[in-house]
């Protein structure tokens, strides 16, 4: 808790930000505080419920004084800091990181990357055609989620929501050095043996689409998914007494997907396996094998005929 001031107040910061003063509570970050006059800096690996871990360095602004750029996310507003969101320098180190990004990752499902490649010019083809690239084939190995790593910006967002932050499972962590780092689990196992609990909680961090339920792959795999005839319905969830908030997403008449809001104050965005997986029973039609966790997937991506590789 801040300590109050004299007035009765609880500490405050005051600061400049492009050239607007700014009055914020001691311990806000400079993302935040920019955030709450309306303006808005671009972010890849920050989320609303993980510690910022200052990886992608998009959010990069300029503080005077300050020899190198600072993190947005994750640097507080000090007292009579003054912060430039925009400048040369800015604008370069941001064009640089979705220039080296668009090179070797596929961000062809996360949000606004195409506006911001307009904004700060970047050519996504700058390294030409032979750049290395993180491309790999997509892991289908349980019938729940799927993994598809070609999209993953190692945000460490799904490990450390599976880890000390929030589920306390730790099955997956950053394997290998330099380019190939990666997201593993442990000795690289299939996730049905490790110690998966299938919370979902990492789909639900992840801003790239590296990690997505079945449903929802089934369904862009087959052209079908389609945000503009989905709704959002928030509501709770049956399964036992805590009353964890759900937001389902449906389409056609058929749940395709499940989220929790990430101010809700039992859940935080997080779910167990049946609030985030288990609602087949009402759909109102028998479970078909691309959305059901009983029943196997079809056959996907060269998978075996169960859906499980490598068996």
Not at 71 to 78: D, F, H, I, K, T
Not at 193 to 219: H, K, R, W
């Amino acid at each position: 808790m801040n300590p109050l001031s004299d007035d009765g107040r609880s500490d405050r910061v005051t600061a400049t930000i492009d050239g607007t003063a700014v009055e914020v509570r001691a311990g806000t970050t400079i993302l935040q505080a920019y955030r709450d006059t309306g303006g808005d800096i671009p972010t890849l690996c920050f989320g609303d419920t993980i510690t910022p871990k200052n990886a992608c360095r998009l959010c990069v602004v300029d503080v005077e004084g300050s020899r190198a750029l600072v993190p947005a996310c994750s640097r507080p507003l000090e007292p009579e800091m003054v912060v430039r969101t925009r400048s040369e320098r800015v604008d370069h180190a941001r064009r640089m990181v979705l220039e080296l990004l668009g090179s070797s990752v596929d961000l062809s499902l996360t949000e606004h990357v195409a506006e911001w490649n307009d904004e700060y010019g970047v050519d996504v083809g700058r390294y030409g055609h032979r750049a290395a690239t993180v491309a790999e084939p997509v892991k289908i190995d349980n019938d729940l989620y799927v993994r598809d790593y070609s999209k993953c910006i190692l945000c460490y967002q799904c490990v450390d929501a599976c880890g000390e932050q929030w589920q306390q499972s730790f099955v997956i962590a950053i394997a290998g050095r330099g380019f190939d780092a990666h997201v593993s689990t442990e000795n690289d196992v299939a996730l049905p043996d490790s110690a998966c609990v299938y919370c979902g909680n990492c789909i639900q961090v992840c801003p790239t689409g590296a990690l997505m339920p079945t449903t929802e792959f089934d369904l862009r795999a087959a052209g079908a998914w389609d945000p503009e005839r989905q709704s959002a319905t928030e509501t709770i969830c049956g399964f036992c007494g805590v009353g964890c908030g759900l937001v389902l997403h449906v389409q056609d008449d058929r749940i395709v997907r499940v989220d929790s809001p990430a101010d809700n104050p039992i859940t935080h965005g997080n779910l167990c396996i049946k609030g985030r997986f288990g609602f087949q029973h009402v759909q109102h039609r028998p479970a078909e094998a691309s959305d059901s966790p009983t029943e196997p997937p079809l056959d996907r991506q060269g998978s075996g005929q169960d859906g499980r590789a490598g068996e």
